[in-house]
């Protein structure tokens, strides 16, 4: 099976746990999962090991365990692909989320009414976790809040912990300004209004990290014409 074969089948599977909500939500998550290169990221460079502890900040609608259990899924069905490794085992996921409609469809769809938890990233508690995801979540608080979450996080990770993090490049012209407006629509259609988003380039978001205390790479992504996206994996230093 391709990569690209398995990822249409992954997202068609993890999508089918939000058909208790409606064809809309499952549509909308397997157009999300089906489009978004950061799910596929995670799995084909192994991001997140076996048995791992994971804190899902700014959890959504609960897409990464959904992807994750699609992927043990498909993988004990062998049907999987060679180029990448085997999916982690035994992952368990705590989401933290702000939308209190969000949390309700991600425990409808994954029958978990404990990992996920309303709650605000701000001031809610990190232990217990050796790898953390942030997909999409820095630029929508302000500098001081940034600087607070990421040195939080590098307090709760043990030293062989993982950071994993997408964030917008400032410095990547016209597409950053096309994937802010797209930001701003999301923001318009959750009902949270204009807000400020508050950037970086690539450089200042990895200077932000060693500063913090992590040393960070550039995970590849595949390129999309109007995405700044880049996917960062990061460590305690």
């Known amino acids: 099976m391709t990569p690209a074969r398995l990822e249409r089948q992954l997202a068609e599977a993890a999508a ?22 950061a799910f596929a990221a995670i799995l084909a460079h192994g991001l997140i090991r ?3 502890r994971v804190l899902d900040l700014g959890c959504g609608r609960g897409l990464l365990p959904s992807w994750l259990r699609a992927a043990r899924w498909a993988y ?19 989401g933290i989320e702000h939308h209190a409609e969000s949390v309700d469809q ?24 050796d790898t953390v995801v942030l997909l999409d979540v820095l630029h929508y608080i302000d ?30 012209g016209l597409r950053f300004r096309l994937s802010r407006w797209v930001d701003q629509v999301v923001l318009l259609a ?19 990290l060693a500063q913090y205390g ?11 014409a109007f995405s700044a996206d880049v996917l960062l994996l990061a460590r305690p230093q």
Do not use: N
Not at 18 to 35: C, E, F, H, I, N
Not at 111 to 124: H, K, P, R, V, Y
Not at 147 to 165: F, M, N, Q, S, Y
Not at 166 to 171: C, E, L, Q, Y
């Open 16 to 37: 089918g746990y939000y058909r208790p909500d409606g064809r809309a939500a499952y549509y909308s998550v397997r157009g999300k999962l089906g489009q978004d290169p």
């Open 50 to 52: 076996d048995g791992a």
């Open 76 to 94: 004990d069905r062998e049907e999987w692909c060679d180029e990448w490794p085997p999916p982690p085992r035994a992952v368990q996921v705590r």
């Open 106 to 129: 991600a425990r409808r769809a994954l029958g978990d009414t404990t990992a996920f938890e309303l709650g605000d990233i701000l001031d809610s508690d990190f232990a217990g976790a």
């Open 143 to 172: 500098a001081t809040a940034q600087r607070t979450i990421l040195e939080r996080i590098r307090r709760a990770l043990p030293d062989d912990g993982v950071l994993i993090l997408r964030v917008g490049d400032a410095d990547a």
């Open 190 to 208: 959750r009902g949270d209004g204009w807000s400020a988003l508050h950037c970086r380039s690539l450089s200042d978001w990895r200077a932000a």
């Open 214 to 224: 992590f040393m960070s790479q550039v995970v590849p992504l595949p390129m999309r």
